[in-house]
């Protein structure tokens, strides 16, 4: 492993936990507030995804005079929440596409009878003809989208796969589904609106204060100056918290505004689970061609996503989907089809990974179908295949990072006992014993940041202030949900001007105070915005007059010097994103450099199956990764241990159950996440090949331990039992469905 | 007697329509509250009592965010009605001495913290009667308390890490 010398903020302990170990962080719902009313959301009810609102009854138990109430002909501005497509009412006005399709809102003082009161209105719905499967074509009576229910077509080519899948020796198909995922951040999406003089001030959980202010700008036709987005403390996102919120502090601000006084909305689990955003279900298909011993000739690729009712994210999260659906393999000629498509399912939006979970399961889970056909040992077909520097991804763009992807393999397999493991498996199972034992093996990778010219578009803004007392404050809108935002942008600032840690102030994300340095998505806040850290510490070292070398005491020093030569006035250095040196991207032909990096991993899950009652147990997790540097380890490690667990949940025991394109098990005796009980110690380690444009070296990580838990997960079980699952969650009755073939597999 | 402390933030519940009057000790200071029968500890604790430690993340029972110690047992408040709290002992994780947690952010055990005070107080019940850990594991012992960040390690490292 390669390090570098300890750093002045090396191991700064996570700056806000001692508050949250003690229960004294206050998140939206903790906040005092004063004569506020409660909002809750009136939404349509099932059975009809899709239809008219023909009628909306009062009960006449209600004395409504007592209640606000909201409908879509409240907005001031045009009735959608601002993203990619303005396709998506802030409030029904007359139609409704999925269940759960917000209709009025209202508010009371009372929360009790503000709950009495949502049930008492009836929101009535003239049906139509639903799209519910996006597996199926839409008839067309079932268009509501473009001319074929088509959200997003894209398409990567490199070489000519028709030619090289002719000619292969080999040809290896598969199909693959994975469903979706709800977040499950414990703490449900919350927010305050209040107008404080002529500012509409919104308070809550949100991982993009500017998403929120944008949206609010729009659909309130209110300028930026009578506007305000705060952040509170956020229990978590995983994605949950990047769209969605724009919609509940447009509901939250609507009902404050006509009220004339502040609404909290906070949801319970129930409202969280079937109204909000899940991860896109997918299917994709391979058709690989490959030489006898192996080496890969052409991937032909094709990918589904379930869109869902409105467009969200899609367009998006299809774009990454793609680019991370070969694999991190070399091979001469590929094609990459995808789509995403609408439905009247209850929309599905980012969450951690944004589509390359569902593209590398297949991709991954397909290596180990590759290698059972072909009868080789599946770490050795990964070898073979991993991309050497200078070679070239999908898209065409040539890796050359330094990182030693076969180093990554070989640590993973020797942490977790690869070789003898496998041995002792074979004898165990050979024994015919109700309980099987496998390894599964998965080798992948993760852009950090934006796709492609996602970056350059969003122009990120990030400030460092001097302060008269010495310290500085780092001004920038990314936000802390749990990942360590402030303790590493803390670590990054410290280090670059050789300031001790508590010489840091992180400025709550505050849209009034802190530029717009982007959203708190794509594993971009450490190693891009990190790097704005830093160079807005340089700027600031130059306003000084000081050397590049300047730090600590001098930086102290010279801090206080400016402010008593000049008394009220503020310090403040300030950088703007500019593009790395060679990254190109053409969004017209998909080619080019998708990402400015990619960390690179190997994982290893180890199981036992139960073939009686087809429960899966996973007994052992080895992770491995390089991610260019690791800023603090204990975050960094938790940071692996968490996503692998999502990952473990979304492998094994998290179904959604659809009706009608809504969720029906929305709570959490029904939608099972993993317990402590549930998971063994995950093992991680990390490699370090420094990424001379992130911060310290840094590479994204956030999203990176999703991506792997799941296909080596269903390798192990497949190779436990013999059996070949194909779909996640791979719950014990999917199990069963397909274990019989195992049983008599094993025998 | 009434507890001192800042005693609503939340005017929904200062018109209860059946009110009811609940003494209990609460982190050791003897409390009256007068509140809707139908009110859950956990809202007692929140919107009444401004301890807003005990967070819910599922009013069911499932997630253990709101977990405080009744009677010096951990307890599910959201699934506690007040009236069953009368003239019993509530402890909150606002009571605790923060040393008591060092090990616990050493190791990693909060990222987000939403589930964080629900876990502290499992954790150091488990902490004060070790005798527990002879015939339970770690995670079987914290199985009731979800956290959906930190994969569980960095809580069970910390509880390890603090064992007497
Ligand atoms: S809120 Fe009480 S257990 Fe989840
Ligand atoms: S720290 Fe976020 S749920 Fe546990």
Not at chain 1, 88 to 105: F, S
Not at chain 2, 57 to 72: F, I, K, N
Not at chain 2, 75 to 92: D, E, H, K, M, W
Request: aromatic share 6%; glycine share 10%; proline share 6%.
């Amino acid at each position: 492993m390669k390090r570098g010398p300890p750093s002045t903020g090396a191991a700064v302990q996570r700056r806000e936990g001692l508050a949250k170990l003690t229960g004294r962080e206050r998140y939206v719902d903790d906040l005092p507030l004063e004569d506020f009313l409660w909002g809750m959301t009136v939404r349509s009810p099932p059975p009809s995804p899709r239809g008219s609102i023909t009628a909306i009854r009062f009960g006449r138990d209600v004395d409504w005079s007592q209640f606000v109430v909201v409908d879509h002909r409240d907005l001031p501005g045009p009735n959608v929440v601002y993203l990619i497509e303005q396709d998506q009412p802030v409030l029904a006005a007359g139609v409704v596409r999925h269940v759960h399709e917000p209709v009025l809102l209202l508010a009371h003082p009372d929360r009790d009878a503000l709950r009495r009161a949502v049930h008492a209105v009836e929101v009535v719905v003239e049906p139509e003809a639903p799209v519910l499967d996006f597996r199926l074509p839409s008839r067309s009576d079932e268009i509501q989208y473009g001319p074929d229910n088509v959200l997003k077509h894209l398409r990567i080519e490199k070489g000519d796969v028709a030619r090289a899948l002719a000619q292969a020796p080999v040809v290896v198909e598969g199909e693959y589904e994975t469903g979706a995922q709800e977040h499950v951040y414990l703490e449900t999406q919350g927010m305050i609106a209040a107008l404080e003089g002529e500012v509409l001030v919104i308070r809550g959980s949100m991982q993009c204060p500017y998403y929120v202010l944008n949206a609010l700008k729009h659909a309130l036709a209110r300028d930026e100056t009578r506007l305000r987005v705060i952040q509170t403390p956020t229990g978590g996102g995983f994605g949950g918290k990047e769209e969605f919120p724009s919609h509940l502090a447009l509901h939250a601000a609507l009902l404050a505004l006509k009220a004339g006084r502040a609404v909290k909305m906070i949801y319970d689990r129930g409202e969280d689970m079937a109204a909000t955003t899940k991860r896109h279900p997918a299917r994709v298909r391979h058709r690989t061609g490959l030489t006898r011993d192996g080496r890969l000739l052409a991937q032909d690729i094709e990918v589904l996503l379930d869109g869902g009712a409105y467009v969200t994210l899609s367009p998006v999260v299809l774009s990454r989907g793609l680019i991370h659906a070969a694999g991190p393999y070399f091979c001469e000629n590929v094609r990459i089809d995808g789509r995403a498509v609408f439905t009247n399912a209850v929309p599905f939006g980012a969450f951690r990974g944004f589509g390359a979970p569902q593209t590398l399961f297949a991709c991954e889970r397909h290596m180990d179908v590759i290698a059972r056909t072909l009868g080789m040992d599946p770490a050795l077909l990964r070898r073979v295949n991993l991309i050497r520097d200078g070679q070239s991804t999908a898209t065409g763009q040539v890796i050359n990072d330094g990182s030693d992807r076969v180093a990554v393999l070989e640590r993973a397999l020797d942490v977790s006992g690869w070789r003898e493991k496998r041995r002792a498996h074979a004898a165990f199972n050979a024994a015919r014993a109700p309980v099987r034992r496998g390894l599964g093996l998965a080798t992948f990778y993760h852009g950090g940041g934006f796709t492609g010219g996602g970056e350059v578009y969003l122009k990120s803004r990030l400030q460092v202030a001097g302060l008269p007392d010495g310290r500085i404050e780092v001004r920038s809108a990314n936000i802390e949900m749990g990942q360590g935002t402030l303790t590493v942008f803390t670590q990054i600032a410290a280090d670059r001007l050789g300031l001790a840690p508590d010489a840091v102030v992180i400025a709550e994300a505050d849209t009034a105070r802190v530029p717009n340095s982007g959203p708190t998505v794509a594993s971009r806040t450490t190693m891009v915005v990190g790097r704005l850290v830093e160079r807005a510490c340089d700027d600031l070292r130059r306003r000084l007059g000081l050397s590049e070398s300047a730090r600590g005491d001098s930086v102290r020093a010279a801090l206080r010097d400016w402010h008593r030569a000049h008394p009220d006035q503020s310090l403040v250095g300030e950088v703007v994103y500019e593009k790395p040196p060679g990254i190109n991207w053409d969004d017209a032909t998909y080619r080019g450099d998708a990402y400015g990096a990619f960390a690179w991993a190997a994982y290893v899950a180890e199981v036992e199956v139960d073939l009686r009652t087809c429960a899966v147990r996973v007994t052992d997790f080895v992770a491995v990764q390089d991610i260019g540097k690791v800023i603090n380890e204990i975050l960094a490690r938790g940071q692996v241990q968490g996503g692998v667990v999502q990952g473990i949940g979304w492998a094994l025991m998290e179904e959604c159950k659809w009706q009608d394109g809504a969720m029906v098990n929305n709570q959490l005796t029904n939608y099972i996440i993993p317990t402590s009980d549930d998971v063994p110690p995950i093992r991680v380690a990390f490699l370090e090949t420094p990424y001379p444009h992130g911060a310290q070296g840094a590479k994204g990580l956030g999203e990176l331990p999703i991506d792997g838990p799941a296909p080596a997960i269903l390798n192990a079980i497949a190779e436990a039992t013999g059996a070949d699952p194909r779909t996640i969650p791979l719950t014990p009755e999917r199990l069963m469905t397909i274990a019989e073939f195992g049983m008599r597999n094993a025998e | 007697m009434r507890n001192e402390r800042d005693m609503t933030t939340n005017s929904a519940f200062r018109t209860p329509h059946s009110a009811l009057e609940v003494s209990f000790t609460l982190n050791g200071t003897p409390t009256t509250v007068s509140v809707p029968d139908s009110e859950r500890l956990l809202d007692t604790l929140r919107y009444r009592l401004g301890l807003t430690g005990a967070k819910e993340g599922c009013a069911e029972g499932e997630c253990g965010a709101c977990t405080v110690w009744l009677d010096g047992l951990p307890a599910n408040s959201c699934l506690v009605p007040i009236y069953q709290v009368r003239g019993r002992r509530v402890n909150t994780v606002e009571a605790l001495d923060p040393a008591a947690v060092a090990p616990l952010l050493d190791a990693g055990a909060t990222q987000c913290g939403a589930c964080t005070p629900g876990v502290v107080m499992t954790a150091l019940w488990i902490l004060q009667h070790p005798d527990v850990l002879a015939t339970h594991t770690v995670r079987e012992l914290m199985a009731g308390n979800l956290c959906r960040c930190t994969g569980y390690d960095g809580i069970v490292d910390g509880i390890e890490a603090a064992r007497p």
